[in-house]
């Protein structure tokens, strides 16, 4: 994670500032940052998404590739996921980024094994024999505390239609279609966001800066899907939370999950109706 250098006045004057709910920047407690959202961002995959964020800029990219149902779910497809943190940025570079890679793909993991998050039986083409493994690569600029870039990507993607054709022997064979557009849409309305709620002084605060960061010793990472539901719930930092500071930030999590995921909604659906019209800025853009 990167780090930032403050004064003590300046950790004050930011702790005074959030009692108040009146952030340095204008937002209030629960004010996200205004985000960057692009779909259809990388060639050669069956979908892609990039969300920028204040420092945060994540890639994801997503590719559909048959495999074998894994024997305790033989009616499923499932998903894997890479993390890469080896990008431009001094904190996330050697062990650090590796460590911190690994952690993200675990908590991606722990928050898709939930139930109904994606509708993996969608994904099985025969029981037992061939199903969709859909490779879920991301790829970091800075921290990571987000799960919309997935949502995004999930969203984006398209995966082929297949027919499974069977002889007079019983021998089974896998037919792809070729149209592009004769393929399965993911549903995401399951799907969790993450919000991540980070505790300064007596309150808390959503989508915390690098300088409220430096005033926070403890957040919990908290998954919400678009009803409200939390998925997940998980703390970081050195620092302790009273059980009354965890109900209260688990109540807001809901609160703002709710419009985190109608807000994400709406710019995914213009982003459809644009088309291939739409202008693109890219990753690094």
């Known amino acids: 994670m990167a780090s930032v250098v403050l004064s003590e006045a300046e950790k004050l004057y930011i702790v005074h500032g959030v009692q108040e709910d009146l952030r340095v920047d204008g937002r209030g407690c ?5 985000a960057e959202v692009e779909t259809d961002v990388v060639s050669n995959t069956s979908g892609s998404a990039r969300v920028k964020l204040g420092e945060t800029d994540i890639l994801v990219g997503i590719k559909a590739e048959m495999g074998t ?3 305790e779910k033989p009616d499923e497809g499932y998903l894997e996921f890479f993390v890469d943190c080896s990008s431009n940025s001094p904190e996330l570079e050697g062990r650090g980024g590796e460590e911190l890679g690994t952690d993200i793909a675990n908590t991606l993991y722990r928050v898709f ?17 061939h199903c969709w493994v859909l490779y879920v690569d991301v790829l970091l600029k800075a921290v990571f505390r987000r799960l919309k870039a997935v949502k995004a990507a999930l969203f984006n993607t398209r995966i082929p239609k297949v027919r499974v054709l069977e002889d007079e022997e019983g021998t089974k064979e896998i037919e792809l279609s070729d149209d592009p557009y004769d393929c399965i849409r993911l549903s995401v309305d399951e799907v969790p966001c993450i919000v991540t709620l980070s505790k ?13 960061e430096a005033c926070s010793l403890a957040s919990l990472l908290i998954s919400v899907t678009s009803k409200g539901a939390i998925t997940s719930v998980k703390k970081v930092g050195k620092g302790s939370l009273d059980p009354e500071s965890i109900f209260e930030m688990m109540e807001t999590g809901q609160r703002v999950g709710k419009s985190l995921h109608i807000a994400l909604q709406k710019i995914l659906d213009e982003e459809e109706s644009f088309g291939t019209s739409r202008p693109k800025v890219g990753f690094l853009g």
């Open 30 to 34: 629960e004010d996200y940052r205004c």
């Open 69 to 71: 149902p894994k024997l």
């Open 113 to 129: 094994s939930c139930e109904n998050s994606v509708d993996l039986k969608s994904l099985c083409i025969n029981p037992k024999e």
């Open 200 to 212: 300064i002084g007596y309150r808390h605060v959503v989508d915390a800066t690098l300088q409220e």
